[in-house]
């Protein structure tokens, strides 16, 4: 039989809804064998694979940098909604913040394979007029710019959430309902929560030809051995 290669994994955004339902994932692996979340506050969980770490500024993550080492792969899941921002906020919070994370990451730990959550409409080119696209595109060019192993950029659509998570957003139970009609019609657009979850582990344990993953990639790939 053969034997399954485990991973050490970060996960950022556990305390919302796209980071708890990939931290769901993490937990429910065979392939990962630790997971750390870092968050502002105690998110609650408990789980014999799971450690915390309560810190404040993302801005500035070398007081725990010490702890961050030996990880194998960050799933960077934490983000914010341009609804109502301006482009200097949007960017100082989606771009900058990810980047110093990111940055640090790759010193520490150079052999590690990092995933973000971007978006569906994401701009790689940097000039169109959607103002959330430009900045999402460039941090995934810059990202792909560091000394890590590998980065892949995850593009998902409408994300079905998964049962029971304590963080879905209470729109989405108004939503719910449209799911299986949207996904048919419009199957490019729209994916599971745990597919994605399920895709960001793939790439981390299999690897992935290309670094941007649009919805129907990595819906595929959850279907992949």
Not at 11 to 40: D, F, K, W
Not at 132 to 160: C, I, S
């Amino acid at each position: 039989m053969k034997e399954i290669k485990k991973i050490r994994a970060i996960v950022t955004g556990a305390t919302g809804m796209v980071g708890e339902g990939v931290l769901h994932e993490c937990l429910q692996s065979p392939e990962i064998e630790e997971v750390l979340i870092i968050n502002r506050k105690s998110s609650g969980f408990t789980h014999p694979k799971l450690k915390e770490i309560i810190h404040q500024d993302f801005f500035d993550v070398s007081p725990i940098q010490a702890q961050l080492k030996g990880y194998d792969a960050c799933f960077f899941c934490l983000g914010v909604s341009s609804v109502g921002m301006k482009e200097e906020e949007y960017t100082k919070m989606t771009y900058t913040l990810t980047m110093h994370v990111a940055e640090t990451l790759s010193k520490l730990n150079p052999g590690m394979t990092f995933c973000y959550v971007s978006g569906s409409g994401t701009d790689s080119t940097e000039k169109g007029r959607s103002m959330w696209a430009r900045v999402k595109g460039k941090t995934e060019n810059d990202l792909m710019k560091l000394p890590f192993k590998a980065v892949y950029n995850f593009r998902p659509g409408y994300m079905h959430p998964t049962p029971g998570l304590k963080n879905t957003l209470p729109y989405y139970k108004y939503l719910s309902w449209l799911y299986p009609v949207f996904r048919k019609v419009f199957p490019g657009a729209a994916s599971t929560l745990a597919e994605l979850g399920k895709g960001m582990i793939k790439v981390a344990t299999k690897g992935y030809p290309k670094p941007i993953l649009e919805v129907k990639d990595f819906v595929a790939l959850t279907k992949t051995p």
